[in-house]
């Protein structure tokens, strides 16, 4: 029965809770199970809140027995990135500077979900402040990714999509900056989407670089997917970008496309993303893809998007420029960690002592990167030709999808990595993101869908769908399409 | 472009409010010269012409109505403080010695 409930797609779930077969605390109690079994070697979870989730279920199941009406998921089980801030529950962000910190309010998401009665079994691990590209940022240790625990799960999401390949949650949610979604979900075999950006409240999301953060859902399957982003989507007057429009149809094209017709549909191949430094078994499986498409009834042809080879560098100016200017409210004066105020220290050297203490190494480079391109005399060589770069990608979007509805590429270059392979290495690490990244600076929403296993080392492959902005349905009908298509390609043993 | 200075890592410490230690320094200034020399490429393709992006969405002031809404209390805003006194943040001193 357990094995039944922690393999289940949360659509099954939500049924079965909702007609009374089962009961969401045994649904919630068989995966709080599961992390116990297996969270010691996986390390998905900085915090487990197993009162509030038993909680949440219980109500839940009191109002199904009372008859009353309940969202699509309440019930299910989902797993929260420490980066959303949670009433009473422990945020961290991965990072030291925060170790301890109880928010005194919800993020929009986190209010969201627990209006629709969703289980929030507790918060998952996640690179410093999310940014990194394999979790090991991350103050509290690595998480291990469940295919082969010696490599990384991706990041920063990588408790989240570590959670959901080990079967600990059918849900989850992560944050996206510069694909932290989507490559977590590549290298664990699991679906991340990153909506149009202003699509999700930032409201409660510890902001890295506010201008390219969204949240979005994370699941094993498409629908699940669709399911998770119409609860957390929707105008927020908390939020001055979030974009007030209808959310897109996106539960409806997940199961429009499972009809798996496809005909008609104009799919771009990016060619910027492909050649050296592109794995051959992620190479061979997105030919795979393209092939499914084709049979499906998909037009396909190549797209050029040159300003797209742009994208890493302008990302490394814009995201650490914002970042050296949000994460200054880390101050040591009103919340979080102090250090050193013995009673002779002025509050500036307190504040140094602070940050320094608190902040690991990738987050003081960023700090001091974007402290760099800020500065006058550096600033229009660095950040204001980056910006520039990000007009020449919103443009290269524009005129692509004029001539296609959706684009397509690999989410990653190779799978997932070794643990500790460019730990020392930030360019390295930095790379992981280059197919991601465009959509960050267009605004544009992007998903990851997996398109089976390497076969080269058994690891999961992403497939990156792409479309334009609030268009984020159009990506639903062709991943879930696909997704049958493609069919089952196991799971890792733990 | 040009390298980066062990000398110039220390002043952007100092302007970051980042206390890093010698060790810090010496692997910051190597690493942050590789990250910089590679991203100046933006330069390549950033000519005049072009106007820059601060953000995806034109972004436009939001009004509302001026009325009250609920919001954190004295208590739960001063919740996480290191140190607070008489429902006020307390902080090390801000002026020098001599005030």
Redesign the interface.
Known sequence: MTNDLIHATAAELAAKIHSGEISSVEVTQAHLDRIAETDAKVHAFLHVDTEGALAQARKVDEAVKAGEQVSSLAGVPLALKDVMTTEGVPTTVGSKILEG?????DATVTRKLKEAGVVILGKTNMDEFAMGSSTENSAYGPTHNPWDLDRIPGGSGGGSSAALAALQAPLAIGTDTGGSIRQPGAVTGTVGVKPT??GVSRYGLVAFSS?LDQAGPCARTVLDAALLHEIIAGYD?MD??S?NAPVPPVVAAAREGLSGDLSGLRVGVVTQFSGDGYQQGVARSFEAAVSQLKELGAEIADVSCP?FD?AL??Y??IAPSEC?SNL?RF????????VG?D?T?????????T??AG?G?EV??R???G??AL?SGYYD??Y?????????I?QDFAKAFEKFDVLISPTTPTTAFKIGERAND??AMYKADLCTIPAN????PAMSVPSGLSDEDGMPVGLQIMAP?LQDHRMYRVAAAYEAARGAFGGPSL | ?PS?SRD??AH??????????ED?LD??AG??D???Q??????????AD????????P?TN?F?EDVVRPS?GQQ??L?????AEDGR?R????L?EEA
């Open positions: 910190w109880i928010p005194p309010y950006y202003g201008s007057h001055s970008t974009i300003s742009y560098p302008a490394y100016l050296s200054a101050d040591a004066m009103r919340y979080g960690l102090r105020d009673g220290r002025s509050t500036e050297e307190v504040m140094s002592l940050r320094e902040f190494p003081k480079r700090i001091m990167i402290t760099y500065s060589a660095y204001g030709s980056a910006q520039k770069v990000r007009t020449l919103t930030p360019m600076l267009a605004g544009t902005a | 472009m980066i110039e890592v952007l410490a100092k302007l970051a409010r980042l206390a890093v230690t810090e692997l910051f690493q942050l590789v990250i910089l590679s991203v100046a490429s933006v330069g390549d393709i950033a000519t072009i106007p820059p992006t601060s953000h995806a969405v972004l939001v509302r954190l739960q805003a919740s996480g403080a290191p140190e943040f902080v090390p001193r801000i020098g």
